[in-house]
Every structure is written in C-alpha cells, then in structure tokens.
C-alpha cells in the first residue's frame, strides 16, 4: 500500500467535501493527497474536434483542479496535496490512479446532474472497480 490518497474533484460541492475529507484524515495516513479531474470532450458528430476547442476545454478543466488543489493546500499547508488532470472515463482513471492507494475518496454525488441518486454514476461505478478501500463523503 502507498501513502497516498486518491480523490476526484469535478468542481462540484461534493468533490469539495470528498478533497477537505482527504486533507484532514491524510496525516492519519501519513499520505499525500493525489487530486484527480477527469475529463472527455463532449461527443461530437463529426470526426474530429478543432484542436483550439479541445485546448480551450483542457484549459478550463486545468482551471477547476488547481483552484481545488489551492483551497485544499490552504485548509492544511502540510499535507502534500497533488493535482492530475486526465482525460478519460472518471471511474476508470480514478481506480486505475488509485490502484495500491491508501483509500480512493469520492463525492456521493458529482456534476452529472443526478441528484435523485444517494450515489452517482462515478462513485457506484468506482466502488464496483477499485482495489483499495473507498470512502463516499456526503454531499453537503
């Protein structure tokens, strides 16, 4: 088992409460805190999305992570707090990342919009696939 702590963070409420729940148990740990947004380009039909478009939606993405990663560095400036940004399917990215963690931390709800569901989509899926211990934070 390594000393980190996996965490999605999409920018929403419940990535908020699933990264400050990392943060303050990692010492516990003695872990790094390792925060992942993951993203896909909107489906398209054509072929192929214009580069600029793809760079620009990169761009945003990169935005959402560092200001989670800076609010997560400021609620404890000692634990290490890592931010990757990663295209592809969350569930996949998260417990591929997560693989030998100390825990894989996930928001019961994320930006989907599924707000009738005590678990979305990312995080059921996530708990069916991960091979390390899952923690699910309540959305606030």
């Given at each position: 088992m390594e000393d980190r702590i996996v965490v999605g963070v999409d920018g929403s409420p419940g990535s908020d409460s699933a990264l400050r729940w990392a943060v303050a148990h990692a010492p516990a740990f003695g872990a790094r805190v390792v925060a992942v947004h993951c993203w896909s380009p909107p489906l398209h039909h054509t072929e192929r999305e214009p580069a600029d478009e793809v760079a620009a939606l990169e761009r945003d993405?990169?935005?959402?992570?560092d200001a989670a990663v800076d609010r997560a560095r400021a609620d404890d400036p000692g634990v290490e707090v890592e931010g990757v940004l990663s295209r592809g399917d969350p569930a996949d990215v998260l417990t591929g990342l997560a693989a030998g963690a100390a825990l894989?931390?996930?928001?019961?709800?994320?930006?989907?919009?599924?707000?009738?569901?005590?678990?979305g989509s990312v995080s059921r899926r996530a708990t069916d696939r991960a091979t390390c211990p899952v923690v699910v934070v309540p959305t606030p």
């Open positions: 993405f990169a935005a959402v992570l894989l931390v996930l928001g019961s709800r994320g930006t989907s919009g599924h707000t009738g569901a005590v678990l």
